[in-house]
């Protein structure tokens, strides 16, 4: 299917809030961005965003030990059980209030789960299949306020819970009769952290003041003793309770209920019992430092602890020994993980949007990565479809690779936002426009900026264009309402174009013809004659002010967004309107929470920002101030598809229908800021701890800045508020059969093959439209019979194996094989494709970027074989000469010992 785009990736968003997790090999860890989850390989340096979505963001994330299931919490406490090997949901279930942690027990039968003041134990979900995957075991009671933190033991046999209140709980799994739960205080402050040693049922508290208590357990955990069961006594949960047709249902949870009393040593006889070996301190004398972090790693007893300021610390255990100091940034650090082995350390910093791996052994980065920390606004593919470019509000322009899902490079040197970027024809430059009054270019090759356009007058530039042979540079200004031009060889200012009387909005060059055409608030969109010494050469006026302007691929339409929605298409060579889209009815805008309209009023102020054609200008994609992205059939002006970007509740002008239960007498409860973060205002009153009144709540409205089509047309990105979105084709399961017949069969297909029929054979599995079989069949045929099956192939099927072939070679081994098939078909065909090529356009262009991609790696390969023949020829030819030189001075060596030299000869005269 033509429409059946699919989420793909998720760019320029690492991390965003809740728990980092490796994987149990070490490889790979799991990052929240949002409502989604994505996975970062850093043994093959790649990432990717897993297609499953909550409905808020993601704040908890509970992986199991073999690494084959997670549990999802998000903000209001909706859980998702999720397959990490079939990347799919499995389950979802509402723990009806806010979560703060989730643990698997190592032996994965058991798992935690925290909310407010309760402790919560579930029988992990197994291969056994069960109408409820959640099934409760036990209930913890004991902390009087929030919890904060699990840790579990080697066994399994115990866990520990940390709280708000400053205490910690240590559980048994099972009810002990030495051990049902142990309370463990000794700090002032929340706890961070809690973890047990190794084979040990020693603990280690973390506060957020930064200080660390040792606590020393008098029994092993082989010491634990199961409670003697009366004979023909029950379970201790109750009686089963009868289901429907006689079953037994599972038994009722048990309820343990922790009390804080002061008992002494003679009244606890037998009983397990902690004693505070150690406390200590992490802030220097006047430093107040809050610890918001920290993560330990049992094998090599490694305390990794994360501070508000951005300073992480290394401490070797039980001795407490300092091993480094370290800062990544002044962000606090929300979350930190250690991967199995203990030698990676992932650092999650919510406030810039970084992830980083630290390898502390030999202090260098295993990954760097830090999205845009403000709004991306603007977007570019390159030409081979390999690399994205973006620019933010913050100022920043990055490269992402879409192979690998990472950014690549990032440039700072613009000092405000920047509005526009785009790639030049070649792919290895780079320019951004910015409301700091310059347009930069920059080099991908030596990663500088090598070029700065600036006005006479400072502009803030809201737009900008290349023309099709990277020389030429224009950019749209926002106050001044002119579009200046530069030369790009020479970065000269060439022209200055006057004429708009409002901002320029959109800039756009003809891909055929000197031609640029610019839209702006005036109601008009100017075209201007870059051969005709760029004399304004139409004027055509629109309905409401532009908003954003495009080119069709082959430079025959021009696509106009204006502000009352619709999409104006016009023919330029006539400067006649050939079509309208009303998109307005399209846009379904969710209704914000300070609205005071219904969400159907607000759409009628809605419009496009943002539009583009597709690659072989039969589609046009747009979007705007809406959750939607919407394409449009050119020559029948429908609407075929709308795609839905985001289902995250967490951002604003999501739903429909405001809650009325958020409605009081006063107005909505959005109007009343509940102050700094989760802890509340703090209050300016004696004995109470200061904290920024500056702090407030926001909740980022759903919109869509940029959109791109990528010139191969097998996929889409869009710059929206929750970052980088791609949509793809490709990795979709589709049976789209084309021309079908009863006769048509995969075993029709494989008999034609057999008999040699091989032309026959081929159009048959491309009515099938099955690609496994597809390529079975192209493989099957003869390496010297392709030039004869090339000649006798219908024109149709032509053009369907290109495209099959771009998409083939990406991932095929045989080079050589389908080079041969490329070659045949544009060699024969050629005369009658180039009539088609607009239409072919998208296809030759994936077929060129696959071809590139081997050319890459294939020349590499053989530069460095050849290298190291010649350094190996080399080193043999020096070894034989040296050979030879030692053998020379041997023998001269032999000559002077059997006859005294003349020195000698002097020295025994004198000696006489």
Request: aromatic share 10%; net charge negative.
């Amino acid at each position: 299917m033509k429409f059946a785009f699919r989420f793909s990736n998720l760019l320029g968003t690492v991390y965003r809030r809740g728990d980092l997790t490796f994987t149990p090999d070490g490889n790979s860890v799991l990052s929240p961005v949002g409502n989604r989850l994505s996975a970062f390989d850093l043994k093959n340096n790649k990432a990717e965003t897993l297609p499953f979505a909550l409905s808020r963001n993601i704040v908890c994330v509970g992986q199991s030990p073999n690494g084959h299931l997670a549990i999802l919490v998000d903000e209001d406490g909706v859980a998702l059980l999720v397959s990490l090997l079939r990347r799919a949901a499995l389950h979802h279930f509402n723990f009806h209030s806010p979560v703060h942690s989730v643990a698997f027990s190592p032996d994965g039968r058991k798992f935690v789960v925290t909310k407010e003041n309760v402790v919560l134990m579930y029988h992990a979900p197994g291969q056994d299949r069960h109408f409820n995957p959640f099934s409760l075991d036990k209930t913890y009671y004991g902390p009087y306020d929030e919890t904060t933190c699990i840790a579990w033991t080697d066994d399994s046999k115990c866990f520990a819970v940390g709280s708000k209140d400053s205490s910690t709980w240590v559980f048994g799994a099972e009810r002990w009769t030495n051990l049902i739960y142990y309370s463990l205080g000794g700090h002032k402050d929340a706890i961070v952290g809690c973890f047990f040693e190794a084979g040990s049922l020693d603990v280690y508290t973390l506060s957020r003041d930064a200080t660390l208590c040792v606590w020393e357990c008098d029994t092993d955990p082989e010491g634990l003793l199961l409670p003697v069961v009366p004979v023909g006594g029950g379970r201790r949960q109750g009686p089963a309770v009868a289901g429907v047709g006689g079953a037994e249902l599972q038994p009722k949870p048990d309820v343990v209920r922790g009390k804080v009393e002061p008992q002494n040593q003679n009244q606890r006889g037998g009983k397990v019992k902690y004693t505070r070996t150690g406390r200590h301190f992490f802030n220097k004398e006047g430093d107040f430092n809050e610890l918001t972090a920290a993560a330990y790693h049992r094998g090599n007893h490694l305390l990794v602890t994360g501070f508000a300021n951005g300073n992480f610390h290394l401490h070797d255990m039980p001795d407490v020994n300092l091993i480094h100091s370290l800062s990544i940034s002044d962000q606090s650090i929300e979350s930190i993980s250690i991967n199995s082995s203990g030698d990676w350390i992932a650092f999650g910093c919510a406030g810039l949007g970084q992830l980083l791996v630290w390898e502390w052994q030999s202090e260098s980065y295993v990954m760097k990565q830090q999205g845009h920390f403000d709004n991306m606004v603007a977007l570019s593919y390159s030409p081979d479809a390999q690399y994205i470019v973006t620019g933010g509000d913050d100022g920043k322009v990055k490269v992402w690779n879409t192979r690998s899902g990472l950014c690549t490079v990032t440039f700072t040197d613009h000092s405000s936002g920047v509005t526009a970027v785009t790639f030049n024809a070649t792919g290895y430059v780079v320019v951004s426009a910015s409301l700091d009054g310059t347009v930069r270019a920059f080099d991908l090759h030596r990663y500088r900026n090598f070029r700065t356009f600036t006005s006479p007058r400072l502009a803030q530039f809201s737009c900008l264009a290349l023309d099709p042979s990277g020389e030429i540079v224009c950019a749209g200004s926002r106050d001044s309402f002119q579009v200046f031009v530069w030369s790009m060889q020479s970065g000269r200012l060439l022209d200055v174009l006057d004429g708009h009387e409002g901002p320029v909005s959109g800039l756009s060059f003809s891909p055929t013809q000197g031609l640029l055409a610019s839209a702006s608030w005036d109601k008009t969109v100017k075209l201007w004659d870059m051969q005709d010494s760029w004399k304004t050469k139409e004027t055509l006026r629109l309905s409401a002010d532009g908003l954003a302007v495009s080119f069709r691929p082959d430079g025959g339409e021009l696509a106009v967004a204006t502000l009352d929605g619709h999409i104006t298409l016009w023919d330029h060579a006539r400067a006649a309107q050939t079509g309208s889209i009303e998109g307005q009815h399209d846009l379904h805008g969710g209704r914000r929470e300070l609205d005071k309209v219904t969400a159907r009023h607000s759409a009628k102020s809605r419009a496009y920002s943002t539009l583009c054609y597709s690659a072989d200008g039969g589609w046009v994609l747009a979007g705007g101030q809406s959750r939607y992205v919407c394409i449009y059939n050119v020559k029948e002006q429908i609407l075929v598809k709308s795609f839905e970007i985001s289902c995250n509740l967490s951002l604003d002008a999501m739903e429909e229908f405001l809650d009325r239960r958020k409605m009081t007498e006063f107005g909505s409860v959005a109007l009343i800021d509940e102050g700094a973060g989760e802890e509340g205002v703090a209050l300016p009153l004696p004995g109470v701890k200061k904290g920024d009144m500056s702090l407030r709540h926001f909740k980022p409205e759903i919109r869509v800045t940029c959109l791109r089509f990528s010139p191969t047309g097998r996929s889409w990105a869009a710059t929206t508020t929750e970052g980088l979105l791609v949509f793809s084709l490709d990795g979709a399961v589709v049976f789209d059969p084309y021309d079908l017949g009863e006769e048509v069969t995969p075993v029709s297909v494989r008999q034609a093959l057999r008999r040699g029929e091989f032309t026959v054979a081929i159009v048959m599995a491309f009515r099938l439209n099955e690609d496994k079989l597809t390529l079975e069949v192209l493989e099957g045929v003869p390496h010297t019979d392709i030039g004869v099956v090339c000649s006798t192939l219908p024109p149709l099927y032509v053009e369907k194996l290109l495209g099959f072939m771009a998409v083939t070679l990406e991932t095929s081994r045989h080079l050589e094989f389908f080079l041969s098939w490329a070659e045949q078909l544009l060699s024969l065909h050629g005369h009658k494709l180039k009539a088609r090529s607009v239409e072919l356009l998208p296809a030759i262009q994936s077929l060129q970027r696959s071809i590139q991609r081997h050319y890459d790696t294939v020349s590499k390969l053989c530069e460095w074989n050849r290298y190291n023949m010649r350094y190996t020829l080399a080193l043999a030819q020096q070894r034989g000469l040296k050979r030879q030189a030692e053998t020379e001075t041997e023998t001269g060596s032999d000559g002077d010992s059997d006859a005294p030299s003349a020195s000698d000869d002097q020295l025994m005269e004198g000696s006489d």
